[in-house]
């Protein structure tokens, strides 16, 4: 079956860091764009970062540009979020979400193109 798995989120305090894993089974990442995409409670979903496939293009949302780093590790098919220096708004349920082949990842981060496949989700709490 198919399926994103998130894992790496939890309980940290201001400045610190968490790395977040997106794990696919089932067909291989490195064919897709994949995102990173967060909520908090009452709030939307918004993305975060994104990757392109094929030339790896990212995107930041302007929050995390110089503390967040998306990356791939395609021999382990999965994509990474390191998060540094956190900040307490950075809590919300972080989702991986992947589509087929590359993408404009301004658009994908915007949320104005379709996802083929969503995880579950990671809960970040930044909290002292």
């Known amino acids: 079956q198919a399926q994103l798995v998130e894992s790496g989120g939890g309980l940290v305090q201001p400045g610190g860091s968490l790395r977040l894993s997106c794990a696919a089974s089932g067909f291989a990442l490195d064919s897709y764009s994949v995102g990173w995409f967060r909520q908090a409670p009452g709030k939307e979903r918004e993305g975060v970062s994104c990757?392109?496939?094929?030339?790896?293009?990212?995107y930041y949302e302007d929050s995390v540009k110089g503390r967040f780093t998306i990356s791939r590790d395609n021999a382990k098919n999965t994509v990474y979020l390191q998060m540094n220096s956190l900040k307490p708004e950075d809590t919300a349920v972080y989702y991986c979400g992947a589509r087929p082949g590359k993408t404009s990842v301004q658009r994908m981060c915007a949320r104005l193109v379709i996802l083929g496949y969503w995880g579950q989700g990671t809960q970040v709490t930044v909290s002292s």
């Open positions: 990757i392109s496939s094929s030339d790896d293009t990212t």
